[in-house]
């Protein structure tokens, strides 16, 4: 959350050092940044669910695998990961 607070406080900062109103910025550029922390943030909630093994990241939902929580926890990064790196090319 450090690194997310020191951005955002340094474009505020540099908004109001050179006088430039929020509105000149377009409201994409501030849904992208939203978007992406939103994305950021969901790779330790995965990772709180698979330390829990809560859901589908429970080892015992998968009888036949030995450690089938955490196949379900690394497809989730893998997704996660493709969508987040989507929206900062897109």
Do not use: H
Not at 11 to 31: D, G, H, K, M, Q
Not at 58 to 64: A, E, F, G, V
């Amino acid at each position: 959350m450090l690194p997310w607070a020191i951005m955002y406080f340094n474009v505020i900062r540099i908004l109001n050092r050179y006088s430039i109103p929020f509105t000149l910025i377009p409201w994409w550029v501030w849904a992208f940044l939203a978007e992406y922390w939103l994305l950021f943030n969901c790779f330790p909630i995965v990772m709180y669910l698979q330390f829990k093994q809560w859901g589908r990241y429970d080892n015992s939902k998968y009888p036949l695998l030995k450690n089938g929580g955490y196949i379900a926890g690394e497809r989730s990064y893998i997704w996660l990961s493709f969508v987040s790196k989507t929206v900062i090319i897109w």
